[in-house]
């Protein structure tokens, strides 16, 4: 989904009069809560509504730390978002909700945006391994950060990497008992 705008913060992303939910889900029908009202916001067309990559402008979800930010984009069928830049505590809030946020640059987000208005359905490739994003037509080098890109590659979420150190902890624990 091409969502053709710059500098999206938080409370545009999840306005703060949609999170009074107490719960990780059920965020969906808030994502984009005062935008939706207009009939011509790109998550009210039809045509788009399957997507689960959206390809957002540079400085996406700056601001606050609002959680349910990334929440509503994952439960509304997110599992990527690709731009030019993100606030940095989305990004980090993103990778641990398992909401993968990619960069790249900003004629790359440019083309793709025209294509994804031209076919609806356009599938989008990503390799991590070798840090492209694709299409049809087009290879585009992306960013991430090496810890992100290792965690997804190797499948980890924090409890998991932590437990990679379990015998580390431990033996810790064991030489400074009092």
């Not at 107490?22 to 984009?32: A, I, K």
């Not at 601001?63 to 509503?72: D, I, N, P, Q």
């Not at 509304?76 to 946020?101: C, E, H, Q, R, T």
């Not at 793709?112 to 599938?123: F, G, I, K, P, R």
Request: hydrophobic fraction near 40%; charge should be negative; charged fraction near 30%.
């Amino acid at each position: 989904m091409p969502l053709l705008r710059n500098n999206i913060d938080t409370d545009q992303i999840m306005p703060a009069r949609f999170c009074y939910k107490p719960t990780r889900f059920g965020h969906e029908d808030s994502l984009f809560g005062d935008w939706r009202e207009d009939p011509n916001f790109i998550m009210n067309n039809p045509k788009y509504q399957r997507a689960t990559i959206l390809v957002a402008g540079r400085e996406f979800a700056t601001g606050s730390s609002r959680e349910f930010a990334v929440w509503g984009l994952k439960d509304w069928g997110f599992n990527v978002i690709i731009a030019p830049s993100f606030g940095d505590i989305f990004y980090k809030n993103a990778s641990i909700n398992d909401l993968l946020p990619l960069i790249l640059k900003e004629a790359d987000i440019e083309k793709l945006w025209s294509q994804l208005l031209d076919n609806h359905y356009m599938e989008i490739g990503i390799d991590l391994v070798k840090e492209h994003v694709y299409t049809k037509n087009d290879i585009f080098q992306l960013k991430i950060e090496p810890i992100v890109k290792k965690r997804y590659i190797d499948n980890l979420d924090d409890i998991q990497e932590t437990m990679k150190s379990l015998k580390k902890i431990e033996l810790f624990e064991y030489r400074n008992k009092k």
